[in-house]
């Protein structure tokens, strides 16, 4: 079956560039929209973005001058690029897949990324 | 302070049911469709409910979803103490154009 995995660095300094990178694998990444997503700790979900293996995007108006996501349809992986960071962006980070109008059904186990000098 | 309302917390006795509110507004709930999320202590969220009413396969029929005008419910019967999660509501806003979640509500099954 399809599964995710987020890989990248667990702490990144403030003002430099967030980079994760999440393999599926089980499956192809075409014909789905795939999403980032984040949790802080202690804290509710939110949505940053989503691409399509075409190279359509979405990102969150909060954070779209700051995010960039991408897909590799060779490599089966699709990747966040997050800039200027600061401590409000530490949070675990997961990769999910769409399903339905508006769902996620398959999740990656998160990556805690802290920013911290 | 989210876009989407839901009870911080709730708790009830195995076996009994549970709804949990989703409150939003015409430009979300109103006009999207409502997914609901089991987040167990530690790991990803798990998807519940889809479409407003649908159950992924592997999902007992325990769970059920629900949405009225610019509301959704999510309904639990017969409460194990495995159903002991936080739940979180999702969708899209047209207005924001952005995917919103709703801050979680925290069950405890006693």
């Known amino acids: 079956q399809v599964q995710l995995q987020e890989s990248g660095p667990g702490l990144v300094k403030p003002s430099e560039t967030l980079s994760l990178t999440c393999t599926v694998s089980?499956?192809?990444?075409?014909?789905?929209?795939w999403s980032w997503i984040r949790q802080p700790p202690g804290k509710g979900l939110e949505w940053i973005g989503n691409t399509y293996y075409g190279g359509n995007t979405k990102y969150n108006p909060s954070l779209k001058s700051r995010v960039a996501i991408s897909a590799d349809t060779s490599r089966t992986q699709f990747s966040l690029k997050l800039n200027s960071v600061t401590a409000a962006d530490t949070a675990v980070y997961y990769c999910?897949?769409?399903?339905?109008?508006?769902?996620?059904?398959?999740w990656g186990r998160g990556t805690l990324v802290t920013v911290s000098s | 302070q989210s876009v989407l309302t839901q009870p911080p917390s709730m708790s009830a006795a195995p076996g009994l049911k549970v709804t949990i509110s989703c409150s939003g507004s015409s430009s979300n709930i109103g006009k999207n469709y409502v997914s609901w999320y089991q987040q167990l202590p530690g790991t990803a969220p798990k998807l519940l409910i889809y479409?407003?009413?649908k159950r992924p396969s592997g999902i007992p029929d325990r769970f059920s979803g629900s949405k009225s005008g610019t509301s959704a419910t999510l309904g639990i019967t017969g409460l194990q103490t495995g159903d002991e999660a936080d739940y979180y509501c999702?969708?899209?806003?047209?207005?924001?154009?952005?995917?919103?979640f709703g801050g979680g509500t925290n069950l405890t099954v006693l």
């Open positions: 999910a897949r769409h399903i339905g109008m508006w769902a996620f059904d398959i």
């Open positions: 479409d407003n009413n």
């Open positions: 999702g969708t899209w806003d047209s207005s924001l154009s952005t995917g919103v």
């Open positions: 089980g499956g192809s990444i075409t014909n789905y929209y």
